[in-house]
T-cell receptor, first 110, second 116 residues
C-alpha cells in the first residue's frame, strides 16, 4: 500500500472552506484514496473515497489530481464540529488492511 | 441498528492480568479489525479477520490474540497485560469487498485500557 504525507496541522475559519492536502506519490493504478476523520476521543468516521475521478457526498468533496499523486479533501463550509484529525489513506484492492498515519489536525476557529 | 459495539468501554488491569475485549457488529460484515491508538501515533492495526474462523496479524500483533468464532464477533485477548499495552483500542468492520475494490470501515467507540 502506498504511503501518504499530510501536514501535521491546519487552521480554518468557521464558515470558510477547509482544503486538506495529501501526497501519495507512489500510488499504483488500483489503489483507492480514502479519507476518515476522528473527533476527539471518538472512533474514526468514514468521509469519502475515490479512485480516479473527483467525488462528492453530503460531507465533503475529494479532488484527485490527474496523475493521482496527490489529492485534496474539501469541507465546503467548515463548522466548529469539523475540528478533528483527518486521515488520508491509500489502499489497494489486494489487501484488506487500512494503515493509518498520524493525519492532519484541523482546527476550525470561530 | 447499533453498528459496531465494543465492551468494556473502560478497564484498569494490573500487570500480568488477562482480559478480553469484545467487538460485536450487526451489519453482517465479513471483515473485522482491531486497532490500538496511542498519543501522537495514529491508529495501528493489531489483528484482523477476513471471515468467520480466520484471523491474520497486522502491524503490532505481539502480546495479543484474537478469535472470530462467530461472524458478528471479534475478540481481542491479552494473556498477560503489560504497561506498554495501555492504550485506546478500536474495533472496526467492513462488508465484503465489492467488484470496485473499495473497502469502507465502520468503527466502534473505543475501549480505554490502563495497565498498572
Amino acid at each position: 500500500d502506498a504511503k501518504t504525507t499530510q501536514p501535521t496541522s491546519m487552521d480554518c475559519a468557521e464558515g470558510r472552506a477547509a482544503n486538506l492536502p495529501c501526497n501519495h506519490s507512489t500510488i499504483s493504478g488500483n489503489e483507492y484514496v480514502y479519507w476518515y476523520r476522528q473527533i476527539h476521543s471518538q472512533g474514526p468516521q468514514y468521509i469519502i473515497h475515490g479512485l480516479k475521478n473527483n467525488e462528492t457526498n453530503e460531507m465533503a468533496s475529494l479532488i484527485i489530481t490527474e496523475d493521482r499523486k496527490s489529492s485534496t479533501l474539501i469541507l465546503p463550509h467548515a463548522t466548529l464540529r469539523d475540528t478533528a484529525v483527518y486521515y488520508c489513506i491509500v489502499k489497494g484492492g489486494a489487501t484488506n488492511k487500512l494503515i493509518f498515519g498520524t493525519g492532519t489536525l484541523l482546527a476550525v476557529q470561530p | 441498528n447499533a453498528g459496531v459495539t465494543q465492551t468494556p468501554k473502560f478497564r484498569v488491569l494490573k500487570t500480568g492480568q488477562s482480559m478480553t475485549l469484545l467487538c460485536a457488529q450487526d451489519m453482517n460484515h465479513e471483515y473485522m479489525y482491531w486497532y490500538r491508538q496511542d498519543p501522537g501515533m495514529g491508529l495501528r492495526l493489531i489483528h484482523y479477520s477476513v471471515g468467520e474462523g480466520t484471523t491474520a496479524k497486522g502491524e503490532v500483533p505481539d502480546g495479543y490474540n484474537v478469535s472470530r468464532l462467530k461472524k458478528q464477533n471479534f475478540l481481542l485477548g491479552l494473556e498477560s497485560a503489560a504497561p506498554s499495552q495501555t492504550s485506546v483500542y478500536f474495533c472496526a468492520s467492513s462488508r465484503q469487498r465489492t467488484g470496485s475494490g473499495a473497502n469502507v470501515l465502520t468503527f466502534g467507540a473505543g475501549s480505554r485500557l490502563t495497565v498498572l
